[in-house]
């Protein structure tokens, strides 16, 4: 794939990438519409205070870690043209929420549910997958991400404005924030109906189980339940950090902490379950995949998007305190690092395509931003300010095409469990963002450098020892396996039958197959018992049923 062939709009597949990252660039608007406001919320609304939009700050990452592994299962059964539609229109809601609370425990409550929308970026990642061959997936993926996780950027620059003049008034960021949720949900309904799950019906292959990550080997399922558990048991830290904040006493942080422990072990429980049975049965040797390789790309993502979540929420404050900036002069170097992400990360992806060697890629990135980081935490106030601004955009430029390279590799390790294996990547970005600004509030601007620093180069390490060069990562089609087809006869019988039993039944309502426990459920509706009779009657007259 050519960058030129991004203007190519008549392609089914660079218009099906570009409704997808017109999508994420929403979500992301819509996620992060809420700092740019912070200052007019706090005029506006006198009975709010500054801790209490750091609490809301910590409530948007919140729900997100859960909200991606969740969406990476139902991406699997449903697809992402129908989870995209409906995580559009659906997150809406709390998004209108929001705008108008008028109590401290409506805007948490609805800031808490919309933190979900952050896992827009597994759904985009999914669709783009199905859309495009393993040859020049590294380059669609990244060129997705990277303008699509600018609509951060844009919400700072363009909501401000929007709540000002568009509005005006005391309640101007209110309406400014509802208008971001109305394009939201509009746009989700035309998402719906403008894209499909790939260029075939049969594109999006469905996984035997949605519940938990499937795995090849025992080995695999004791490594698959160890990095089940940081996935939620992170949110300990955000319970920690609100009850040290004051906002809640230790009785409630400990029912928290509980139920923490109880979805944990409920994870694991359902990735034994699930895995049990497949492994005592064998798993196929053209079915099999490193999970170790996913656990890598785990640790990637946790160092590079967890990194650089952590860095944008402290950068402004480094630059104004360490080179005695204005708010505004300090705000605009720090930008540098997010709109590195036009071009830093789509030219991860396309490196990782045209290098031959997606392995080696991932871990060139991982080394340049351990040595970036390494860099800025030699920075004081004794250094040139122009000499900080080339570090850091340096810096990021090895961060975020670290992110393209990630996904790049993914879609290519197991096609049938993609949207589980990039909702478990994705999460780990966040799981790092938390672990980072948790750290940050011990720590100096420097000491916090050099600990991501080591980070990255920790997953360097990892990446050496574990990740795998996928097989088929450049060729023109996926590797189907023996387990893939046979699941794709399944489902062709299941829709031969279901249509076999709708001509049995002519005349009824919705007839349905579903499985239920270790057998099937079949569903059908009848006005009334007549009917039921009548229908049986004539099938028994064609000799299509029993006597």
């Known amino acids: ?52 939009i750091r ?58 549910i919309m933190s979900s929308v952050g896992a827009s970026f597994v759904v985009g990642i999914h669709m783009t997958s199905l859309w495009f061959k393993p040859r020049s997936i590294g380059f669609a993926e990244g060129f997705y ?18 709540a000002l003049t568009m509005f005006g008034g005391p309640d101007g960021w209110r309406w400014a924030i509802a208008t971001s949720g109305l394009v939201m949900a509009v746009y989700g309904v035309f998402y719906w109906f403008a894209i499909t799950d790939g260029p075939t019906a049969d594109t999006h292959k469905k996984p035997r189980k949605v519940s938990a990550l499937e795995v090849s080997s025992w080995r695999d399922l004791v490594l698959l339940c160890i990095f089940i558990v940081p996935l939620v048991g992170i949110l300990a830290i955000l319970v920690y950090r609100v009850q040290m904040m004051g906002y809640i006493d230790a009785l409630t942080a400990g029912f928290m902490y509980f139920a923490i422990a109880v979805v944990v072990t409920y994870q694991v429980a359902q990735a034994i379950r699930v895995n049990v049975p497949i492994l ?3 798993v196929p040797e053209d079915d099999r995949y490193p999970f170790k390789s996913v656990a890598a790309l785990n640790v990637t993502y946790f160092a590079n998007f967890g990194a650089e979540l952590a860095v944008v929420s402290m950068l402004p404050m480094f630059f104004e305190q360490t080179w005695s ?37 991932m871990m060139a990135y991982m080394l340049g931003i351990g040595v970036g980081f390494v860099l800025m935490g030699l920075l004081d106030s004794t250094w040139p300010l122009i000499v900080a601004i080339i570090f850091t955009i340096s810096c990021s430029f090895f961060v975020q095409g670290a992110e393209g390279a990630t996904f790049g590799i993914i879609p290519s390790i197991k096609r049938r469990v993609t ?35 080591g980070g990255a180069f920790f997953s360097w390490l990892v990446c050496y020892f574990w990740l795998v060069e996928p097989k088929g990562g450049f060729s023109d089609e996926y590797l189907v396996s023996s387990v893939d087809q046979a699941i794709a006869q399944e489902v062709q019988q299941k829709r031969e039958t279901e249509a076999e039993i709708a001509r049995l039944f002519a005349g009824s309502g919705r007839v349905e197959l579903a499985e239920k426990g270790d057998g099937l459920m079949l569903t059908a509706r009848f006005k009334s018992l007549e009917e039921l009779r009548a229908i049986l009657a004539r099938a028994q007259q064609n000799g299509m049923a029993p006597k």
Request: hydrophobic share 55%; proline share 4%; net charge positive.
């Open 145 to 162: 991400a990277g303008w699509g996780n600018f609509g951060s950027a844009a919400a700072a620059m363009t909501l401000p404005t929007i």
């Open 55 to 112: 609490l809301f700050a910590i409530a948007n990452v919140a729900l997100t870690i859960p909200a991606r592994i969740l969406i990476g299962m139902a991406l699997d059964k449903w697809g992402p043209r129908r989870c995209f539609s409906l995580l559009l229109v659906v997150m809406s809601l709390p998004t209108f929420a929001f705008a108008f609370g008028e109590t401290k425990m409506q805007l948490l409550v609805s800031r808490l």
């Open 419 to 453: 949207g589980q294996i990039s909702g478990m990547a994705g999460a780990y970005g966040n799981v790092g963002a938390v672990f980072y600004l948790f750290i940050f509030t011990l720590v100096t601007p420097q000491q916090f450098f050099f600990i991501i620093a």
């Open 325 to 361: 900036l204005s708010a505004a002069a300090a705000g605009l170097i720090a930008s540098t690092f997010a709109f590195v992400n036009l071009f830093a990360r789509p030219m991860g992806g396309l490196v990782s395509d045209r290098f031959g060697n997606r392995r080696y890629v």
């Open 280 to 282: 005592r049965k064998g």
């Open 1 to 52: 794939m050519q960058v030129s062939d991004l203007f190519r709009f008549k392609n089914p597949e660079i218009k099906a990438l570009h409704l997808t990252w017109i999508a994420f660039f929403i979500c992301f608007y819509v996620w992060f519409n809420m700092a740019p406001l912070a200052s007019s919320m706090l005029r506006s609304a006198e009975w709010l205070t500054r801790d209490d």
